[in-house]
């Protein structure tokens, strides 16, 4: 398969993936169970350390096709001197996580209503209600380098189909793992700018990584106590009293 083709494969493997939502994905796997309390909202107040927890929402722009694994050494190509090797553009990712942060260990899931390219892996319970999720992912962050991976999960790219002629074609499965690593967290936390590294074992011979930048950004509560006007100084007294 040549380079071009399978750039318009991978994009039309996102592509498809997103049209169809649910209706695939639904036979992918069985649900696990896992139980999560509280909410992942997070209030932060100005100038504290970063936090990597809550909802995070972006996207991916993917931009090189490699053989090889994720973890692997995989330079993407170098810019020549007169700037005429620059980065691919396969196409768009949407990605959202919900994250929590502890002492350094970072873990979470997928987002399903906002990564339609991911599919339902487990259910969570929040608050009495059952929330079906995409991959978990695991990982650390130093307050400096967040590092994360996903678990390995399936996506079915065709099913079983038997032809006019009684001969059978099995489906076809597809496995993936992709990472995050990012030196670039800004906002206390609220803005998440690296690398998306994600790879592909049975679509081809050997496995083969897309490479891309992912942005992703959590809103933010910021809590602040606002200066009492001079009326309301002169009228505190009296309160008090």
Known sequence: MNSKRFF?????????????????????????????????????????????????NGNVELNWVLTGVYSDALPTPTPQPGGSTAPGYIGDLDLALRLEELDGNVSGYILLERALAFPHEHTVTIEAEELAIGPRVSGTFDGVTLRLESDRFEILLSPEQRLADGQLIPERRVTRQFSLTSTDVQNDGALLVGEYRETLWGFDIKPSTVIGEFALTRPVVVISIPTPSVDQKLFLPAILK
């Open 8 to 56: 318009q494969v991978i994009l039309g493997l996102f592509v498809g993936v997103i049209l169809t939502g649910f209706a695939i994905f639904q036979s992918t796997a069985s649900p696990g169970q896992m139980v999560v309390s509280g909410s992942a909202q997070t209030l932060v107040s100005a100038n504290e350390t970063p936090v990597v927890s809550g909802d995070f």
